[in-house]
């Protein structure tokens, strides 16, 4: 009989793959848990690598062979080592040598090596003798963290058991704080000052906080701690309570068998839980969701509960468990002191003798004194005592006693320190005793493109963030450090989103739920209303700002009535700016900073008890002289007073007093050069926002009618995001339109060849001598990065606010972000011939909102309700439209039916 040949030998290696992943699907679609599949792929994989080792040693001569398996050994580590791999899981191996450079193993090494690759199998390997390993290991907690799993496959076992001794002696247990430090490092890299960061809504669940690497530190700190590295193991040596063990184990299968189920759904390695994943899961789980919680909610409300869960038990173990510096011991002896009786404050942890633990742990009220101290002297209660309180956590009282109450509202009353007590109280279980609306919140997931985490990790970050303003030198820790009861402000913060997953408005649910809360803490009346009210409109002024004419007098003064006073303002304005950066990364920029402030300051002129429409023109007054100075400086014989005020005769009231000087007179003097004809394209770079601005200044009188659209049509075929929009005219006509907006193409600043390129996209469309349904032609890629299917699912409508303006109507248009919908829109009202006075867009809030200030051709509101209904029914209709069929066919490029402008 023939041998096989090597194709028939990779084919059959292939197969015996397969074979491996079809049987644990089989395993997997009938219900086996994880851990169980994973044991299975794991000494399948065993075998299989067994018997690849015994072919692979076949091909050398006798004598060859006998030598090969005496001159080093196979062995599994990291994952491998474990045994708990996935289906299409690397498979880390290291080849140890008996020497360096032995030429046999070496030899068979390359070829076992080559046939893996053959085979389609990913190889993690590298080859070493056993002094090299224990080198390597002493220097790099990378190298040294996959030797904790090493585990014995093929050759010489003494080599092995060699390797294991010495990393014992000489990497753990000589140097065991150096190695659980370095491990510590390795896994905090991102971390912030007060442990992992939050869990990510598309978590990778082997790396994200609370994902399995978290279980891995807690096996190689436990290695090296007591020389054991399993949960059971750990238990019994009293490293883990019989709880925490439970906790442990429940969240490693759940977050194995997750792990198995993306690798079969992507066909190979994926650790990443994206809102696609979720959805399909959710479905497939059988989630059936409620009135007040979609099913893929429910779903990863569940896997938060699981990885929070374990990230806090990792934390507390951690914190147990690492070895203490001799320059931290020294600390606290310098600066530790009594305090109290039985508290000892150290350098950063406040800590209580083990005759005073029953004391502190006996009641709630007793607790909270110990959280008291803590956040008098800026520290945190140690990890001992604070493990104590969370497994003596009595039933929740009925009726917070004055004590209680009076200790719990004293915390709230510090500021760096508030962020991490409350952290901490949250982990503890103690908050959930205090304020029992807290439980729900907890791993409570808002499914949108918005929010970047949980509830309550944004509600703790929003708690953090608020604080901060302590030390901010800008115009919010202004107003922070002028708030006469910090603490109103800090409990509204942390009660902000706490209506939400309960079905309803949020913000009027967690308004009710602030009066209880602050009841139940004994609160004085008025500090009551003003925690509900902050609540009720946290919202609102981000609202406002970011979609309203912050120059509108009777917005101003109705937004002011509701508040009520000055203080109340500065509590909602740093509220606003807390809530917003708490929601991710690059949420709080510049344009909403400078937006949000200019409000701020014109209600509390308004507040304050000046007359608003007074400021109001001496502000104007005061940026036409500082407009004239600036041109005065540039050498400019027109710009005197008078002069800059009949240029600006025509302007917003917005325009003169949101736009910077410096921008005003640059648009003056291209008022002043520019010809009838003409048509000028600025743009600038914010390094800030990772966006450009295009400005569009033109004295073409033909162009005036649907300038807006025709503009928006150029920036959505040249595959722009836009992310504002302000449009101004002169008294004399002049037009100055500005545009903010992200070019998808580039990562940093675009090239000057693409902006020219913009410009004179701009320039030709304005001038007439290119239309913009030919623009859209010669763009193919139009729509190309459109997502036909949102995640966020949210409702497509039109909004009529016919109330809070007297001069123009107001069109709030809430839809899916894709390109073109700006044009589209803008389109639709130029057909209906409405004017855009002004507009403003935000791609954040949930979904985009496009705010049109519109206005009838004779340059008054809409004044009929037909009229009102005729321009609801048409943007509607346009929306429709923009998502039927015929428009993803207009997407794709296979159709162009575009009106012409």
């Given at each position: 009989?023939?041998?096989?040949?090597?194709?028939?030998?990779?084919?059959?290696?292939?197969?015996?793959?397969?074979?491996?992943?079809?049987?644990?699907?089989?395993?997997?679609?009938?219900?086996?848990?994880?851990?169980?599949?994973?044991?299975?792929?794991?000494?399948?994989?065993?075998?299989?690598?067994?018997?690849?080792?015994?072919?692979?040693?076949?091909?050398?001569?006798?004598?060859?062979?006998?030598?090969?398996?005496?001159?080093?050994?196979?062995?599994?580590?990291?994952?491998?080592?474990?045994?708990?791999?996935a289906p299409y899981s690397d498979i880390d191996l290291l080849f140890l040598e008996e020497k360096s450079g032995t030429s046999d193993f070496n030899q068979f090494v390359n070829t076992f090596v080559q046939n893996c690759w053959d085979s389609k199998i990913q190889l993690g390997h590298s080859v070493r003798d056993v002094a090299t390993c224990i080198t390597l290991a002493r220097q790099d907690p990378q190298i040294a963290t996959p030797l904790v799993e090493a585990r014995f496959l093929w050759g010489n076992e003494s080599l092995f058991d060699r390797l294991v001794t010495q990393f014992k002696q000489r990497v753990l247990?000589?140097?065991?704080?150096?190695?659980?430090?370095?491990?510590?490092?390795?896994?905090?890299?991102?971390?912030?000052?007060?442990?992992?960061?939050?869990?990510?809504?598309?978590?990778?669940?082997?790396?994200?906080?609370?994902?399995?690497?978290?279980?891995?530190?807690?096996?190689?700190?436990?290695?090296?701690?007591?020389?054991?590295?399993?949960?059971?193991?750990?238990?019994?040596?009293?490293?883990?309570?019989?709880?925490?063990?439970?906790?442990?184990?429940?969240?490693?299968?759940?977050?194995?068998?997750?792990?198995?189920?993306?690798?079969?759904?992507?066909?190979?390695?994926?650790?990443?839980?994206?809102?696609?994943?979720?959805?399909?899961?959710?479905?497939?789980?059988?989630?059936?969701?409620?009135?007040?919680?979609?099913?893929?909610?429910?779903?990863?409300?569940?896997?938060?509960?699981?990885?929070?869960?374990?990230?806090?038990?990792?934390?507390?173990?951690?914190?147990?468990?690492?070895?203490?510096?001799?320059?931290?011991?020294?600390?606290?002896?310098?600066?530790?002191?009594?305090?109290?009786?039985?508290?000892?404050?150290?350098?950063?942890?406040?800590?209580?003798?083990?005759?005073?633990?029953?004391?502190?742990?006996?009641?709630?009220?007793?607790?909270?004194?110990?959280?008291?101290?803590?956040?008098?002297?800026?520290?945190?209660?140690?990890?001992?005592?604070?493990?104590?309180?969370?497994?003596?956590?009595?039933?929740?009282?009925?009726?917070?006693?004055?004590?209680?109450?009076?200790?719990?509202?004293?915390?709230?009353?510090?500021?760096?320190?508030?962020?991490?007590?409350?952290?901490?109280?949250?982990?503890?279980?103690?908050?959930?005793?205090?304020?029992?609306?807290?439980?729900?919140?907890?791993?409570?997931?808002?499914?949108?493109?918005?929010?970047?985490?949980?509830?309550?990790?944004?509600?703790?970050?929003?708690?953090?963030?608020?604080?901060?303003?302590?030390?901010?030198?800008?115009?919010?820790?202004?107003?922070?450090?002028?708030?006469?009861?910090?603490?109103?402000?800090?409990?509204?913060?942390?009660?902000?989103?706490?209506?939400?997953?309960?079905?309803?408005?949020?913000?009027?649910?967690?308004?009710?739920?602030?009066?209880?809360?602050?009841?139940?803490?004994?609160?004085?009346?008025?500090?009551?209303?003003?925690?509900?009210?902050?609540?009720?409109?946290?919202?609102?002024?981000?609202?406002?700002?970011?979609?309203?004419?912050?120059?509108?007098?009777?917005?101003?003064?109705?937004?002011?009535?509701?508040?009520?006073?000055?203080?109340?303002?500065?509590?909602?304005?740093?509220?606003?700016?807390?809530?917003?950066?708490?929601?991710?990364?690059?949420?709080?920029?510049?344009?909403?900073?400078?937006?949000?402030?200019?409000?701020?300051?014109?209600?509390?002129?308004?507040?304050?008890?000046?007359?608003?429409?007074?400021?109001?023109?001496?502000?104007?007054?005061?940026?036409?002289?500082?407009?004239?100075?600036?041109?005065?400086?540039?050498?400019?014989?027109?710009?005197?007073?008078?002069?800059?005020?009949?240029?600006?005769?025509?302007?917003?009231?917005?325009?003169?007093?949101?736009?910077?000087?410096?921008?005003?007179?640059?648009?003056?003097?291209?008022?002043?050069?520019?010809?009838?004809?003409?048509?000028?394209?600025?743009?600038?770079?914010?390094?800030?926002?990772?966006?450009?601005?295009?400005?569009?200044?033109?004295?073409?009188?033909?162009?005036?009618?649907?300038?807006?659209?025709?503009?928006?049509?150029?920036?959505?075929?040249?595959?722009?995001?836009?992310?504002?929009?302000?449009?101004?005219?002169?008294?004399?006509?002049?037009?100055?339109?500005?545009?903010?907006?992200?070019?998808?193409?580039?990562?940093?600043?675009?090239?000057?060849?693409?902006?020219?390129?913009?410009?004179?996209?701009?320039?030709?469309?304005?001038?007439?001598?290119?239309?913009?349904?030919?623009?859209?032609?010669?763009?193919?890629?139009?729509?190309?990065?459109?997502?036909?299917?949102?995640?966020?699912?949210?409702?497509?409508?039109?909004?009529?606010?016919?109330?809070?303006?007297?001069?123009?109507?107001?069109?709030?248009?809430?839809?899916?972000?894709?390109?073109?919908?700006?044009?589209?829109?803008?389109?639709?009202?130029?057909?209906?011939?409405?004017s855009i006075d002004m507009a403003k867009i935000s791609t954040h809030f949930d979904q985009v909102i496009d705010v049109f200030y519109v206005q009838e051709q004779d340059g008054k509101r809409i004044r009929t309700a037909e009229r009102l209904q005729e321009i609801k029914d048409g943007l509607q209709r346009a929306l429709d439209d923009f998502d039927s069929q015929e428009h993803q066919k207009f997407e794709r490029g296979s159709t162009l039916t575009l009106k012409k402008s």
């Amino acid at each position: 009989m023939n041998s096989p040949t090597a194709i028939e030998l990779i084919n059959s290696r292939k197969l015996h793959i397969a074979q491996i992943r079809e049987k644990a699907k089989k395993l997997f679609d009938s219900g086996i848990p994880g851990l169980q599949i994973a044991s299975m792929i794991s000494s399948s994989f065993d075998e299989f690598l067994e018997s690849l080792a015994a072919e692979t040693l076949a091909g050398f001569t006798k004598e060859q062979a006998k030598l090969i398996p005496k001159q080093g050994a196979m062995i599994a580590i990291g994952g491998t080592g474990r045994g708990e791999m996935a289906p299409y899981s690397d498979i880390d191996l290291l080849f140890l040598e008996e020497k360096s450079g032995t030429s046999d193993f070496n030899q068979f090494v390359n070829t076992f090596v080559q046939n893996c690759w053959d085979s389609k199998i990913q190889l993690g390997h590298s080859v070493r003798d056993v002094a090299t390993c224990i080198t390597l290991a002493r220097q790099d907690p990378q190298i040294a963290t996959p030797l904790v799993e090493a585990r014995f496959l093929w050759g010489n076992e003494s080599l092995f058991d060699r390797l294991v001794t010495q990393f014992k002696q000489r990497v753990l247990f000589s140097r065991r704080r150096k190695f659980i430090e370095g491990c510590l490092e390795a896994r905090q890299e991102g971390w912030s000052e007060y442990g992992p960061p939050a869990q990510e809504l598309e978590p990778d669940i082997k790396s994200s906080s609370g994902g399995l690497r978290d279980l891995h530190l807690i096996r190689w700190i436990g290695y090296a701690r007591y020389g054991v590295k399993d949960i059971d193991s750990l238990r019994l040596k009293g490293a883990l309570s019989k709880e925490d063990a439970r906790s442990l184990k429940q969240a490693w299968e759940f977050l194995t068998r997750l792990r198995i189920d993306l690798h079969f759904s992507d066909g190979d390695e994926q650790d990443r839980l994206t809102k696609d994943e979720q959805l399909r899961i959710a479905e497939e789980r059988g989630y059936t969701g409620s009135d007040k919680q979609r099913p893929v909610e429910q779903f990863m409300q569940e896997y938060f509960h699981y990885s929070s869960s374990l990230a806090a038990i990792t934390r507390r173990f951690v914190a147990i468990e690492r070895p203490r510096t001799l320059a931290e011991k020294t600390r606290d002896v310098v600066i530790g002191h009594r305090a109290e009786g039985m508290f000892y404050v150290g350098s950063d942890r406040i800590e209580v003798a083990d005759r005073y633990v029953d004391r502190v742990c006996r009641d709630v009220e007793s607790m909270l004194q110990l959280y008291k101290a803590a956040a008098l002297y800026g520290v945190l209660p140690s990890p001992k005592i604070a493990e104590a309180i969370k497994d003596h956590l009595p039933d929740s009282p009925d009726e917070l006693s004055e004590r209680s109450a009076k200790s719990f509202i004293e915390i709230f009353k510090c500021k760096s320190a508030l962020g991490p007590i409350l952290r901490s109280m949250f982990q503890t279980g103690l908050l959930d005793l205090v304020i029992p609306q807290v439980t729900h919140i907890r791993d409570l997931l808002q499914f949108n493109q918005y929010h970047h985490f949980t509830v309550d990790e944004h509600t703790l970050r929003a708690v953090e963030a608020v604080t901060r303003f302590e030390e901010d030198q800008g115009p919010a820790g202004a107003a922070y450090r002028e708030i006469r009861h910090q603490e109103v402000l800090h409990l509204a913060v942390l009660l902000h989103d706490i209506g939400k997953g309960m079905g309803g408005d949020h913000s009027e649910i967690g308004a009710d739920i602030a009066i209880e809360v602050g009841t139940r803490l004994r609160m004085p009346v008025y500090q009551i209303e003003q925690v509900s009210l902050l609540v009720k409109l946290h919202l609102v002024m981000a609202d406002i700002a970011f979609r309203r004419d912050i120059t509108d007098p009777e917005l101003l003064v109705n937004f002011c009535r509701q508040i009520g006073s000055p203080d109340v303002l500065r509590m909602l304005y740093t509220l606003t700016i807390a809530d917003v950066s708490a929601v991710g990364p690059g949420t709080w920029t510049s344009w909403k900073a400078n937006l949000l402030t200019e409000l701020f300051d014109r209600c509390l002129v308004i507040l304050s008890g000046k007359r608003y429409v007074y400021d109001e023109q001496q502000r104007i007054q005061e940026t036409r002289l500082k407009v004239t100075k600036c041109l005065a400086e540039r050498g400019e014989d027109k710009g005197t007073l008078d002069w800059v005020t009949v240029q600006l005769a025509g302007f917003s009231a917005y325009y003169l007093t949101c736009t910077p000087p410096e921008q005003i007179a640059d648009d003056l003097q291209i008022m002043e050069r520019i010809s009838d004809k003409g048509v000028e394209v600025i743009a600038s770079w914010d390094e800030q926002t990772n966006s450009m601005e295009y400005r569009v200044v033109s004295a073409e009188k033909e162009i005036q009618s649907g300038c807006f659209h025709k503009m928006a049509g150029v920036l959505t075929a040249k595959r722009l995001e836009i992310l504002s929009a302000d449009i101004n005219t002169s008294a004399s006509g002049i037009i100055i339109d500005s545009y903010r907006v992200v070019d998808p193409d580039y990562t940093d600043e675009p090239p000057q060849s693409r902006v020219d390129e913009i410009a004179n996209a701009l320039r030709s469309v304005l001038s007439g001598e290119t239309s913009v349904e030919e623009l859209f032609i010669r763009n193919s890629r139009f729509g190309s990065t459109t997502n036909a299917n949102p995640v966020s699912e949210l409702p497509q409508l039109v909004k009529i606010d016919n109330d809070s303006s007297d001069s123009r109507t107001i069109f709030d248009v809430f839809a899916t972000n894709r390109p073109g919908l700006l044009y589209t829109l803008t389109l639709a009202l130029y057909d209906m011939h409405v004017s855009i006075d002004m507009a403003k867009i935000s791609t954040h809030f949930d979904q985009v909102i496009d705010v049109f200030y519109v206005q009838e051709q004779d340059g008054k509101r809409i004044r009929t309700a037909e009229r009102l209904q005729e321009i609801k029914d048409g943007l509607q209709r346009a929306l429709d439209d923009f998502d039927s069929q015929e428009h993803q066919k207009f997407e794709r490029g296979s159709t162009l039916t575009l009106k012409k402008s």
